[in-house]
């Protein structure tokens, strides 16, 4: 006597499951490097925005500001201080420690990935700001000068 039965088995459920897992782990570890990859450009973008903003300073008074809230009200080159989209610190900046002083400026990030934008970055040790070999992250900071 044949009794036909509908559903699925223990084992069939088991191996779906399985499957299902293993895909949704594929998935996450691809948006966890898109999500790597998009606060880098987020970094890179923000330096490239300050620096805009000191040169437009710069332009106004014949030198860099000591530091990068001097950019805020009431001047209003930026509206808010761009920070590191994990840490929420700003940027490290320097101008006061250039020669001459507040005639030239660093800012710096550290990316968390390679990116083609280190190629062309700076990579010494200017206004007091590691951005060579001697940085523990040297391989991913990113340093804009002008």
Known sequence: ?????????LVELLVVIAIIGILASVVLVSLNSARGKARDAR????LHQVALALDNYYDANQAYPAALTNLTAPTAYLTTVPTDPTTAVVYTFNSA????????????????NYNNALASDVDA???????????????????IMP
Do not use: H, W
């Open 125 to 143: 040790t200017n206004c007091t700001v590691v951005c060579d070999a001697s940085s523990p992250t040297a391989e991913r900071d990113y340093c």
């Open 1 to 9: 006597m044949n009794k036909f039965r509908k559903g699925f088995t």
């Open 43 to 46: 970094r890179i973008s923000d």
């Open 97 to 112: 420690d250039c020669s001459p002083a507040n005639q030239k400026y660093v800012i710096k990030a550290t990316l968390e």
